[in-house]
């Protein structure tokens, strides 16, 4: 137990909630021996929000907060949740001129007469003991039958991931998608009854100001400031002698490093053997957020709903939150104005190409989705792209991610996060806010990892 010992130094590469939650817990143990570099001049990485010239905020995506523990919980309700709001999860899924409520397979008395009977008469063919299949196409058919696969889950995942679905694991799934309870669809058909209950997050928590970057200022906070060293960039790693040069020229020596960069970065600037490896078999998606300020009050159709999902060719994002929802503050004049916050995935496999047409298309989009009624509506509009948008969970991920993260691990150092181990489906705030303190854990006292390397344990209750 290193507690007992002298105290080796353990350096974090990044102040998102991987790199905040292992300094956390550092400052929690009365750990001393600790600093944190930071690339940019903000904390909270991909979960942080901007605040535009016109006043409105924004985020990089639809994050929400719901946990999957008890430790996450204490540290939101000790300095988040007096300042933030709590709201019900309104899901939907347009589809067929209509908005069908989520879970779509519980809703489906919503769809047409004949889509209705398509998808009920392939789930009536499904048989009761599914065949299993590496893949996530493999898996959407065995378990939803042709009618939804084929009118939801199958254009709604292509849009949303970017990529051939037949390359995309099946063990990623966990609490992500909803499964299905065949007796319950047919009854809720019968009955024309709305089943909205399932999921994590049917209630979840919003920050009241600043979106979601409060969350990572108020834990930010807690931490002296001299151990957060912003503006600072990795810029190589010498494995050998354990040490971290930054773009500044400066050098930092480790025990244990820590770090959220995203591993195949990780690799090529550590020069390591298997830099080539993640870069043939770890993939991810671009992902265009555009925001929409909207003068009026929010239309009624839209005044609860929360997010909606597009599985139609001719709409271009796969997401739309009306972001004025979660927090009144997200427009400079609540009474006036609300807000769409718009998703766009890009990959190579997908049509959209020119990234600086994208809002564009999302208002024609907006338009044709019965979002918005025309741009005269439109005072505002943003844009943020990022490069590193999803961790992609590919059959071939599986085959070295594993080894990847275990072979650094050897050399004492840590990679985890959203994208330092490459782990969609563990990759929400809280996910990756406990990767880093169970990586404290682990290098401090012994105690076993769960969240990296037993994603399904860790969805499937609290902790």
């Not at 590469?13 to 939650?21: D, I």
């Not at 244990?256 to 550590?270: A, C, D, G, N, R």
């Not at 994208?419 to 682990?442: I, L, P, R, T």
Request: charge should be positive; include cysteine.
């Amino acid at each position: 137990m290193l507690r007992t010992q002298k105290q080796p130094t353990i350096l974090i590469l990044g102040a998102g909630p991987t790199g905040l939650g292992a300094a956390y817990r550092l400052q929690e143990l009365g750990y001393k021996n600790f600093l944190i570099l930071e690339k940019n001049d903000f904390v909270g990485g991909l979960a942080t929000s901007f605040t535009d010239k016109k006043g409105f905020t924004w985020d990089i995506g639809g994050h929400v907060v719901h946990s999957h523990y008890k430790y996450f919980d204490e540290m939101f309700n000790r300095h988040v949740s007096k300042n933030a709001n709590t709201l019900q999860r309104e899901a939907w899924v347009r589809l067929y001129k209509n908005f069908v409520p989520y879970p779509f397979q519980y809703n489906l008395h919503y769809l047409p007469k004949n889509v209705q009977k398509e998808c009920v008469d392939s789930l009536k063919k499904l048989i009761k003991k599914k065949t299993k299949s590496k893949s996530f196409l493999g898996w959407i058919f065995n378990n939803f039958g042709e009618g939804i696969a084929n009118h939801f889950l199958i254009p709604q995942n292509l849009k949303t991931w970017g990529y051939p679905l037949e390359e995309l694991s099946a063990d990623w799934v966990g609490d992500r998608v909803a499964t299905i309870d065949i007796k319950r669809t047919l009854k809720n058909i019968k009955d024309k009854k709305d089943d909205v209950g399932w999921g994590p997050n049917h209630v979840f928590h919003f920050p009241k100001k600043r979106g979601t970057r409060y969350i990572w200022e108020q834990i930010a906070k807690t931490i002296p400031k001299e151990k957060i060293i912003l503006n600072t960039k990795a810029k190589s790693i010498n494995r050998k002698e354990k040490q971290v040069k930054t773009n500044n020229g400066k050098k930092y020596d480790y025990d244990f490093l820590i770090t959220s960069l995203p591993v195949t970065k990780l690799l090529e600037i550590s020069d390591h053997k298997l830099k080539n490896t993640a870069k043939e078999n770890l993939f991810s998606s671009q992902v265009h957020v555009v925001g929409l300020g909207l003068k009026g009050k929010t239309p009624k159709n839209l005044k609860t709903k929360c997010w909606m999902y597009f599985p139609e060719e001719n709409i271009p994002f796969f997401r739309a939150t009306v972001f004025s929802n979660y927090s009144k503050d997200h427009v400079p004049k609540s009474n006036q104005q609300w807000s769409l916050m718009f998703e766009v995935a890009q990959t190579s496999h997908t049509k959209f190409q020119n990234a600086d047409e994208v809002i564009n298309l999302v208002i024609k989009g907006a338009i044709r989705a019965d979002l918005i009624s025309d741009e005269s509506i439109i005072i505002n509009k943003w844009k943020h792209s990022e490069k590193l948008g999803y961790p992609t969970p590919t059959i071939s991920r599986d085959k070295v991610i594993n080894r990847i993260l275990k072979e650094l691990q050897t050399e004492d150092i840590y990679s985890r996060g959203r994208f330092g181990a490459w782990k969609y489906e563990v990759s929400n705030m809280d996910h990756s806010f406990m990767q880093g303190v169970e990586a404290v854990n682990h290098i401090v006292d012994g105690v076993k990892e769960v969240t990296v390397w037993n994603p399904n344990q860790i969805n499937s209750k609290k902790n």
